[in-house]
Structure formats: structure tokens, C-alpha cells
Nanobody, 127 residues
């Protein structure tokens, strides 16, 4: 089991950067794959980034590939999302999530595969 708390959201201009952080509690953090998802008003919760338990595998959708980078520190029990060249369409509430996996190297991309979620942090990008 793991508890997650996001931070680092805010208001930035298009083209700017923002770094989100997710702090996890519990001793089993290193056994979970981690992901970031986002949800804009009236829309579904979309996949943003995922990283395997050891950090060796990462996935991104085309919408953020080349602009966003996910990373983790299993000693500090944290995961981060570095967001560069932000666009107005990136505006959403961003959620950190943890997923149990059957074997190392797996980084799920579907929200139903994640059993633990943070409360979210708002990211707003102005044009």
C-alpha cells in the first residue's frame, strides 16, 4: 500500500516549464510502477507518463513526447514530472498514481491498472 501527495502545480505562460512532484509514504514504493494522468473539465482522465518500478522503462503519449520527462527516486520515495514547452492544451488537474505489477519492467498506461491515486495538482497554461 502507498499514499501519494502531489505538488508543484501552478500558472505558467505558454512555452514555460513546470516540475511536478509526488511524495509517497510506505516502505513498498520501489515495488510499484508509477504514472501521471491529467483531467481537464468535461473530459476523460488521460495518460501522461509512466515509469517502471526500477525506472528502466518509460512511456509517453504523442501529445507530450519530447516535452515531458518522468523520473523517480526510490530512496527518497518520490516521482517527478518535468514539463517543458507547455501549451494551453496542457491545462488540467494532474494526478500521480501507483500500480502493482507482476514483474519488473512493466509501466502501465491505463488508469484502471492503477490502484492508488493522489488528490491532484492544478496546472494552468495561459496563451
Amino acid at each position: 500500500q502507498v499514499q501519494l501527495v502531489e505538488s508543484g502545480g501552478g500558472l505558467v505562460q505558454a512555452g514555460g516549464s513546470l516540475r511536478l512532484s509526488c511524495a509517497a509514504s510506505g516502505r513498498t514504493f520501489s515495488s510499484y510502477a508509477m504514472g501521471w494522468f491529467r483531467q481537464a473539465p468535461g473530459k476523460e482522465r488521460d495518460f501522461v507518463a509512466a515509469i517502471s518500478s526500477s525506472g528502466g522503462t518509460k512511456y509517453y503519449p504523442d501529445s507530450v513526447k519530447g516535452r515531458f520527462t518522468i523520473s523517480r527516486d526510490n530512496i527518497k520515495n518520490t516521482v517527478h514530472l518535468q514539463m517543458n514547452n507547455l501549451k494551453p492544451e496542457d491545462t488540467a488537474i494532474y494526478y500521480c498514481a501507483a500500480a502493482s505489477v507482476l514483474r519488473p519492467g512493466i509501466a502501465p498506461t491505463n488508469n484502471y491498472e492503477y490502484g492508488y491515486w493522489g488528490q491532484g495538482t492544478q496546472v494552468t497554461v495561459s496563451s
